[in-house]
C-alpha cells in the first residue's frame, strides 16, 4: 500500500495502544490526525473520559500531530447502549464492546473520518490483516494472550478495506518499551477494564438504576426454593459470586451456580457444583456475520470461542438461513445467550453472531 499522501485518523483512547499506533504509523510516512471519541456522557466522574482526552492530548504534542475530539453519545445511546438494556430485559447477557467496534468505531466514526478525508481509520487492537489475494483476512493478533479479533468479529470487507492495525504483529511487552523508548507519557497507564460506561462501579448497582428490578425466587434443578434472587438480568450463566446463598448446611458443601433462568416465572435455577446441566453440546446463530470474500461452504469444521480469552474449541458449523448451526465437538460449559460465538480457520477470524439458543447435555425440567 502506498503511504506517501495517505491520510489516517487514529481512534485514540488515551492508552498505550493507540498511542504506539499512531507512532508507528507516523514513522512509516503516513499523515496521522488523532481523535479522541466522547461515546458515554457520564455525571459521577467513574468513566474518566477527561483524563483520558488529556493523555490524548499530551501523546499527540508529543508525537507532533493534530489532535481533536468527536462526540457520538447519541449514536452510542441509540446503537449500543439500547441494545445492551434490551437484551439484559429479555434475559440474555449482551456484548456491547462488539456492538460498540461494528456501529461506532467502524461505522459512525469511520464514517466521520472518510467525511473529513482520511484514507483510512487505525485503532490500538491487537489483530491483523492480511490483503493478498481477494478481499481483507481478520487474523489474529500474534500476542495471543491479548488477541482482539473476538470483538472484531462483526466487521465486514468494505469495513476492514479501511482499518489499519498497528500493533497487531507486537507483543504487548513490546509495545510498552516502543513507548517508554520515545517517552511517550502513557507508557507506564494502567490498561482499561471492563465496559467504559460502567467503569469501576458495581454492575448490579449499575444495571439497577436503569432496570426496575423484579425479585423471584432462587430454586434448585428440583424446583427446591434455595432462596431470593434481585431480578433475572443481574444473573448470568455460569455465575457463583454474589448468589447469597454459600455457607447452607442441607447441601453438598459445594458452590452454587446459575445454570438456568425461567422468565416466565421469574426463577432464577442455581446447582451445587457442576453438572450437566451446566454444559451444552450446540448452539444456534439467527445472523452469523462472514468476513471473508470467498463463500463458506454449507457445512465445515473450524474452531469456535464462545466468550474472549476462551481457548479455541473444535466445533463442526451448519449454515442455515443466514444463521448457523455450531455442533461442539467436546460439551461447552456456560455457554450463555446473547454473547457471541466466534469462528476461526487456524489464525483468520471468519466472523461470528450472537448465541440465539444452546442445546444443554441435561435439560431443566421443574
Known amino acids: 500500500m502506498e503511504r506517501e499522501n495517505r491520510r489516517v485518523i487514529v481512534g485514540m483512547s488515551g492508552g498505550v495502544d493507540s498511542a504506539v499506533a499512531a507512532l508507528l504509523l507516523k514513522e512509516q510516512g503516513y499523515e496521522v490526525t488523532g481523535v479522541f471519541m466522547r461515546n458515554w456522557e457520564d455525571q459521577d466522574g467513574t468513566c474518566p473520559a477527561e483524563q483520558d482526552y488529556e ?57 466521520f473520518a472518510l467525511k473529513t478525508g482520511a484514507d483510512l481509520l487505525a485503532t490500538g487492537h491487537y489483530a491483523r490483516l492480511s490483503r493478498e489475494g481477494t478481499g481483507v483476512r481478520l487474523l489474529k493478533g500474534l500476542d495471543g494472550g491479548k488477541d482482539q479479533t473476538y470483538f472484531l468479529a462483526g466487521l465486514t470487507q468494505e469495513q476492514l478495506s479501511r482499518a489499519l492495525f498497528p500493533i497487531g504483529a507486537m507483543q504487548k511487552r513490546e509495545v510498552r518499551d516502543l513507548a517508554r523508548l520515545h517517552k511517550l507519557p502513557v507508557a507506564e497507564k494502567k490498561d482499561s477494564t471492563g465496559i467504559c460506561f460502567i467503569g469501576e462501579r458495581n454492575f448490579k448497582r449499575f444495571l439497577m438504576s436503569y432496570l426496575p428490578a423484579c425479585p423471584g425466587d432462587m430454586v434448585d434443578e428440583h424446583g427446591k426454593r434455595i432462596g431470593r434472587h434481585d431480578g433475572l438480568m443481574y444473573y448470568t450463566l455460569g455465575q457463583r459470586r454474589g448468589l447469597g446463598i454459600g455457607g447452607r448446611s442441607d447441601g453438598s458443601g459445594e458452590s452454587w451456580f446459575v445454570i438456568g433462568k425461567d422468565l416466565k416465572r421469574n426463577l432464577l435455577i442455581v446447582q451445587q457444583g457442576e453438572h450437566e446441566e451446566l454444559f451444552s453440546l450446540s448452539l444456534t446463530m ?81
Open 55 to 111: 493523555d490524548v492530548r499530551r501523546v499527540s504534542e508529543a508525537l507532533d500531530i493534530p489532535y481533536y475530539t468527536v462526540n457520538f453519545t447519541k449514536e452510542y445511546q441509540d446503537r449500543v447502549f439500547s441494545y445492551f438494556l434490551s437484551e439484559y430485559t429479555a434475559g440474555r447477557t449482551p456484548n456491547p464492546d462488539i456492538l460498540c467496534n461494528t456501529e461506532i468505531k467502524f461505522k459512525a466514526f469511520l464514517d
Open 286 to 366: 439467527d445472523t452469523l456475520n462472514v468476513i471473508p470474500q470467498e463463500d463458506l461452504p454449507r457445512a465445515f469444521s473450524c474452531t469456535a470461542k464462545f466468550r474472549y480469552r476462551q481457548p479455541d474449541q473444535a466445533v463442526q458449523v451448519e449454515l442455515q438461513a443466514g444463521g448457523a448451526l455450531v455442533r461442539f465437538a467436546e460439551p461447552q460449559r456456560a455457554v450463555t445467550p446473547g454473547q457471541w460465538c466466534v469462528l476461526y480457520r487456524g489464525e483468520e477470524c471468519l466472523g461470528g453472531g450472537p448465541i440465539q439458543t444452546t442445546e444443554p447435555m441435561k435439560r431443566i425440567s421443574i
